[in-house]
């Protein structure tokens, strides 16, 4: 009954600090003000973060009759005062108040706290994605690239940073310190991007190999006892192998773009002997797709997918059988790369072609695929048995992708894509000859 009691007391102080913190027109108590919502917000358990960010929706909001009296005067006579009086009555008052909030101490911190925990509730409560677009609204101002700070991580960054690093590795998961270290060396580089509210915590980062040439395969590059290659005129192709975000309480605010197009700059300043920039990304979700039937999806153009393709398109699926057998069974009864047939090689390297190819302007596109190509990368090579770890044979038959990062067109390729053109090389086009 005790911790009931107290566990009230705890959202009804919440809740009157926010009231007290939107009221207060004066700044000489903003801070202390922030602080107390700051305070009594992480006390709050996972239960009451319901009530806490409800609340928001029934406090919080812009008021419908002053915005639709606002929105007719601007109609009548759009000058600069009805449009500044429409400006303030349809912002919504949650952004004023997070601004506030952000006085506090660590101020950024909570708010990016208290998105991620938004975040787990938008399910249970639809209604919530009001906030979570008032959150993501602003945070995406906070968090512009233009204010962020990318820095080089390397052995000699601070403990906790490295620590993150390890923690946070979303593609190819980092086994310990000697691997850490290994991806760290010389011809490996790691950049991450920093806000200066944030100075030890990285908020995306990308890992880097400086090679020879193009890889085919992730697992010479994520070896722990692989060979250091020291001699910098080797350094012809930088591989951006992986990029992982760090806050999930960041989710939907653009940084990786941006992140890999600087890193791209910083390193052919570096070294100017590096001509190539290109990823080796993984294709999630491309075995999901061929099982659910290989469809372009919503937003593709039906005649994207020509009547000739669209015939080879069946052929593979029913190549693979996965009506008979499902992947899971395959793999569970020693289906390998290795041991594959010429049919089953071909059939799923053709399906992931078009996958990449034409169905990644969809709302079912790959969103790695997305990323990359929204970005103004190329697709360049489809790669057979690029990841035989097992999430690589689950997810993609192993098969691994290059996007080509060519400098000098981005900005067109990236233009191209927003309007529904994908970009990819012949030897991908080859795949989907008839």
Not at 23 to 33: D, F, K
Not at 104 to 126: F, I, S, W
Not at 355 to 380: D, I, M, W
Request: proline share 5%; charged share 25%.
């Amino acid at each position: 009954m005790l911790e009931l009691i107290t566990k009230t007391r705890h959202l009804s102080k919440a809740l009157s600090a926010v009231q007290r913190l939107t009221s207060e027109r004066g700044e000489s108590n903003a801070v202390s003000m922030a602080n107390d919502v700051i305070d009594n917000y992480r006390k709050l358990t996972k239960d009451q973060h319901l009530k806490f960010f409800t609340a928001w929706i029934e406090k919080l909001s812009p008021n419908p009759a002053e915005v639709m009296a606002a929105s007719q005067a601007f109609a009548a006579e759009a000058n600069a005062r009805n449009y500044i009086r429409l400006q303030k009555v349809s912002e919504s008052p949650r952004q004023e108040f997070m601004r506030r909030l952000n006085r506090g101490l660590n101020g950024t911190a909570a708010v990016v706290e208290m998105r991620r925990d938004l975040l787990q509730l938008l399910d249970k409560k639809p209604e919530l994605a009001a906030v979570d677009f008032d959150m993501r609204h602003l945070l995406s101002s906070w968090f512009n690239p233009g204010f962020l700070k990318m820095h080089r991580v390397d052995w000699k960054s601070p403990a906790e940073v490295l620590e993150k690093l390890i923690q946070h590795e979303a593609v190819h998961a980092i086994d310990g310190w000697d691997d850490l270290r290994r991806r760290l060396q010389p011809d490996r580089r790691c950049f991450a991007f920093f806000h200066p509210q944030l100075p030890n915590e990285p908020l995306i980062f990308v890992e880097v190999a400086l090679l020879p040439e193009v890889p085919l395969a992730i697992a010479p590059l994520v070896d722990k006892k692989a060979e250091t290659v020291t001699q910098v005129q080797q350094y012809k192709v930088a591989v951006f192998y992986s990029i992982s975000n760090c806050e999930p309480g960041l989710r939907g605010v653009s940084m990786g773009n941006f992140l890999i197009k600087r890193v791209a700059e910083q390193l052919h300043q570096e070294f100017p002997g590096l001509k190539t920039f290109i990823t080796l990304s993984p294709v999630p979700g491309l075995i999901e797709w061929i099982a659910a039937g290989a469809n372009l999806g919503d937003g593709v153009p039906p005649d994207r997918l020509k009547p000739a393709l669209k015939m080879k398109r069946d052929q593979a699926l029913q190549a693979l059988g996965l009506d008979a057998q499902s992947w899971a069974e395959r793999l569970s009864n020693g289906w390998h790369p290795d041991n594959a047939s010429s049919k089953e090689k071909d059939a799923l390297l053709c399906l992931t072609a078009i996958y990449l190819g034409l169905a990644s302007t969809g709302r079912q596109g790959n969103p790695v695929a997305k990323f990359h190509l929204g970005n103004g990368a190329k697709l360049h090579l489809i790669n057979w048995a690029g990841d035989l770890s097992r999430k690589g044979l689950r997810q993609s038959a192993g098969i691994m992708v290059n996007y080509l990062y060519d400098l000098s067109s981005v900005e067109e390729n990236h233009e191209r894509f927003v309007n529904g053109e994908i970009m990819y090389s012949r030897a991908v086009a080859k795949l989907m000859s008839v």
